[in-house]
């Protein structure tokens, strides 16, 4: 049984239909990706997801239909969303920050978290009575990641983790997000504009097109897809 | 001789500014504590802190000793306000500002008409919580009753302080008003965060409410108050928990000192009925010359 499973999903804002029913499954442990063009639906399809969008059609996730929870109970079933632009707290210290992370942790158990975030984001510890606003777009990248961390979630859904990030920094977040992965089994579900990145990382991927799956397979099948090379990959 | 001042009068005027400023920066902070997590100043945040007033007035009349009032009092001021939230804000909580604006100016209207309805409009006597007897303290004079005022406000502020810096759910309060979108999909509970602040606005409005009522009050007892609250606030930036303090502090001595300019020898004063224009002056000049207060966030939009 897949950890999150979509069948049929759609989504509308107003008179905009954004997700025309999206299939789409993570199984425990893996990293999928999701790919496309501009409005095709990627950002939506993690906003279904955490329920910050309304939706018809079937979300299950640990065996649990979540369609229709609000984003306050989504993220106590246990997945973090960061979203586009990472919502971080800018006025708030990288303490107070991560802290937040924790809100639905039972009290207690947040501080041997917390010490673990510290040692896998090393700057983090270095700023943590800075406010978070006063961190460069990398750190801050690292933040919400820490902060989602420290949600413990079984699923983490990453919005765009490269946004206005030189490559260097980027190809670090891509590094970090492979390690929990690894080490910790993390599952995750990544939209992202850099298609060959995004690729490299995962295990599988979808390519989205005004808010259908177009193609959908093992990230080493898409890099060799010629349509999905043209349009995504660039060679 | 201009000189001739009498320092101690003079001291006795700062303490009771304070005393005053004290009153004006609870209800300030309250005001701070809703215009943070909904854009917009509670007209209704006076009228609100007369109803609690009544309570403990009935309570008192019913027998409950004063200092069970007063704690049964704060306790349902508290209960209220998350109520109030609930019921009346939440349906407009993604309105435009104004709409919810003229809400609190209904609610105004609604808690003064009820406290009407139900409790005759002749004074009602309440006793202070601390003794007016005076004590001398480097010469000057001071009421106990001054001192206790000043004491219960700056435990108030100190409290919430403590309560924003460092607990859980404080913590949970300002992420709110930062970003309730990230708040939620942290897991925070937005409404009821934003339910909390009003009550805690509520109750701390309650305590302003039974400082300001003794020896007597009326239904309308606490609109001067509100309007202190709100040029202090004003002066102290409408955002700024620490500016409502300040400015609120700083009010009140000024509003004592420029009504007691005689005391200083200098042969005349401010009459005493200009108390209030007084204040709306303070607010009009901070709105042209520093609209962000002392301690406020400065507002930048691009033209």
Redesign the interface.
């Known amino acids: 049984m897949p950890l999150l499973e979509l069948s049929g999903v759609q989504a509308r804002y107003g008179a905009l239909q954004a997700l025309h029913g999206i299939n789409l499954t993570v199984d425990e442990g893996e990293i999928v990706a999701v790919l496309g063009a501009n409005g095709a639906g990627k950002t939506t399809t993690l906003r279904a997801v955490s329920g910050t969008v309304k939706t018809n059609g079937n979300i299950v996730f640990g065996g649990e239909r979540i369609g229709g929870h609000g984003p306050e109970a989504v993220a106590r079933e246990g997945i973090a969303h960061v979203p586009e632009g990472r919502g971080t707290f800018a006025d708030l210290t990288v303490r107070e920050n991560l802290r937040l992370g924790a809100h639905v942790r039972p009290r207690g158990k947040a501080k041997a978290d917390y010490d673990r975030v510290l040692r896998r984001f090393p700057i983090l510890a270095e700023r943590q009575r800075q406010a978070a606003g006063t961190l460069s777009g990398g750190e801050q990248q690292q933040l919400a990641l820490a902060r989602a961390l420290m949600q413990r979630p079984k699923l983490l859904l990453l919005d765009e983790p490269s946004l206005g990030l030189a490559p260097r920094v980027v190809a670090e977040i891509f590094r970090t997000v492979a390690e929990l992965n690894e080490e910790d089994g993390l599952s995750v579900l990544v939209v992202e504009q850099n298609a060959n990145l995004a690729l490299e990382t995962s295990s599988r991927a979808y390519v989205l097109e005004v808010g259908r799956v177009a193609v959908a397979g093992t990230s080493a099948e898409l890099r060799r897809h010629e349509s999905v090379r043209r349009s995504y990959l660039g060679y | 001789m201009v000189f001739a001042a009498d320092w101690a009068g003079f001291a006795q005027q700062v303490v009771g500014g304070l005393a005053s400023g004290g009153i004006y920066a609870m209800l300030a902070l309250a005001l701070v504590l809703i215009y943070r997590s909904t854009g917009v100043v509670n007209f209704a945040q006076g009228e609100m802190a007369m109803f609690t007033t009544f309570l403990a007035w009935a309570l008192v009349q019913h027998g409950v000793g004063y200092w069970g009032a007063v704690a049964l009092t704060v306790l349902i001021a508290f209960a209220g306000g998350i109520a109030l939230e609930r019921v009346i804000i939440r349906p407009v909580e993604r309105a435009p500002a104004l709409t919810i604006a003229i809400v609190t100016l209904g609610l105004f209207f609604l808690l003064n008409g009820a406290a009407f309805w139900i409790w005759s409009p002749e004074q009602k006597y309440l006793r202070s919580a601390f003794s007016t007897r005076p004590v001398e303290i480097a010469g000057v004079q001071i009421s106990i009753q001054d001192l206790g005022v000043i004491a219960v406000a700056v435990a108030a502020a100190t409290l919430l302080a403590v309560l924003f810096r460092f607990t859980?759910v404080g913590?949970?309060m300002?992420?709110v008003v930062?970003?309730p979108?990230?708040?939620?999909?942290?897991?925070?509970?937005?409404g009821w965060m934003l339910a909390l602040g009003w009550g805690l606005a509520a109750a701390l409005g309650s305590v302003a409410g039974l400082l300001t009522a003794s020896p007597s009050f009326d239904q309308s007892f606490m609109q001067p108050v509100l309007l202190y609250a709100f040029a202090g606030a004003i002066l102290g930036g409408i955002d700024s928990a620490l500016g409502a303090v300040v400015g609120s502090l700083l009010l009140g001595v000024f509003l004592n000192v420029v009504t007691s300019l005689d005391t200083l020898g200098l042969g005349w004063t401010i009459d005493n009925d200009l108390r209030l224009p007084a204040a709306l002056a303070v607010i009009l000049l901070v709105l042209l010359i520093r609209p962000s207060g002392l301690f406020g966030t400065a507002q930048v939009t691009r033209a």
Do not use: F, M
């Open positions: 859980k913590l949970a300002r992420a930062a970003n979108d990230s708040s939620r999909l942290l897991g925070i509970r937005v």
